[in-house]
């Protein structure tokens, strides 16, 4: 691999656990002012510090994020829908790779929708990328994102993540579902897993995230289930417990319940 692209690579994925804790906080982009995502800034600032990335489109990071950070950034650069619109799969790229490299980013990330109305088009707009990033050495981060009516099931997202791997992408994002071992074994990239919506317990966050790490997973990009919880800074340090010490979920719990009190 090219040293640009590995040097990106590693700043992303810890070369020491080869594991990963990136915070999604790019909801915005169709959500728009998602709770406690309303200001963005003041919602990372708490957290930058233990994220091994950040994963913001382009206005969160330009308004709510100190350009002196030493946090590697994953940019979000696919969009064009919105949660009132036609279809939440009608997404082309809006931001261009000048503008990540101006950004110094470490790695750009965008959504496919497969088995969607748009899937050709968000297919089209991941090779694309990728053949636009790999001049730059830019990883490219895809998102299996899933329309409301679709199933997360293992065959469903193995194709998902396997269809992005194909495509060029360098890392792919999914969600964790039964049998997740079996997404990772056909996915030739490392794969990052979603929180998706905040989950009843904490409790159930750790054992998501632990699960995920032992089938495979080099670890997060997780959002609301971290700063939609009472106690962000406790709950991202438990999360990185999993992923980086290989915490259970009981220890997690334990680490959450202590740090939540300082
Ligand atoms: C939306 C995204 C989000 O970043 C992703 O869903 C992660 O956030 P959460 O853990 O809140 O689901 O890529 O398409």
């Given at each position: 691999?090219?040293?640009?692209?590995?040097?990106?690579?590693?700043?992303?994925?810890?070369?020491?656990?080869?594991?990963?804790?990136?915070?999604?906080?790019?909801?915005?982009?169709?959500?728009?002012?998602?709770?406690?995502?309303?200001?963005?800034?003041?919602?990372?600032?708490?957290?930058?510090?233990?994220?091994?990335?950040?994963?913001?489109?382009?206005?969160?990071?330009?308004?709510?994020?100190?350009?002196?950070?030493?946090?590697?950034?994953?940019?979000?650069?696919?969009g064009g829908n919105s949660i009132v619109g036609e279809d939440l799969s009608r997404e082309g790229i809006t931001t261009s790779v000048e503008d990540a490299l101006r950004l110094n980013v470490?790695?750009?990330?965008?959504?496919?929708?497969?088995?969607?109305?748009?899937?050709?088009?968000?297919?089209?707009?991941?090779?694309?990328?990728?053949?636009?990033?790999?001049?730059?050495?830019?990883?490219?981060?895809?998102?299996t994102a899933v329309g409301k009516d679709m199933v997360r099931d293992t065959r469903y997202l193995g194709l998902c993540?396997?269809?992005?791997?194909?495509?060029?992408?360098?890392?792919?994002?999914?969600?964790?579902?039964?049998?997740?071992?079996?997404?990772?074994?056909?996915?030739?990239?490392?794969?990052?897993?979603?929180?998706?919506?905040?989950?009843?317990?904490?409790?159930?966050?750790?054992?998501?995230?632990?699960?995920?790490?032992?089938?495979?997973?080099?670890?997060?990009?997780?959002?609301?289930?971290?700063?939609?919880?009472?106690?962000?800074?406790?709950?991202?340090?438990?999360?990185?417990?999993?992923?980086?010490?290989?915490?259970?979920?009981?220890?997690?719990?334990?680490?959450?319940?202590?740090?939540?009190?300082?």
């Open positions: 691999m090219d040293w640009g692209m590995q040097n990106r690579i590693s700043h992303i994925i810890r070369p020491k656990t080869g594991r990963t804790v990136m915070l999604a906080v790019d909801h915005g982009y169709f959500l728009g002012p998602t709770s406690r995502l309303e200001n963005a800034g003041a919602t990372i600032e708490p957290l930058l510090e233990y994220a091994d990335a950040l994963m913001p489109a382009r206005g969160v990071l330009r308004t709510g994020v100190d350009p002196a950070t030493s946090t590697p950034i994953v940019l979000r650069v696919s470490a790695a750009v990330a965008m959504s496919i929708y497969v088995g969607s109305q748009y899937e050709h088009q968000t297919l089209m707009n991941l090779g694309n990328l990728v053949n636009e990033c790999e001049r730059y050495g830019m990883p490219v981060v895809a998102v993540c396997r269809i992005a791997a194909e495509l060029g992408a360098r890392i792919v994002k999914t969600y964790y579902t039964d049998d997740f071992h079996k997404v990772v074994e056909g996915c030739p990239v490392p794969i990052v897993v979603a929180g998706g919506k905040q989950m009843d317990t904490e409790m159930d966050v750790f054992e998501l995230v632990h699960g995920a790490i032992s089938e495979g997973a080099v670890g997060v990009d997780m959002g609301r289930n971290i700063w939609q919880n009472d106690h962000p800074v406790a709950m991202i340090q438990a999360v990185r417990s999993v992923v980086h010490e290989d915490f259970t979920p009981k220890e997690a719990m334990d680490l959450y319940n202590s740090e939540k009190g300082k």
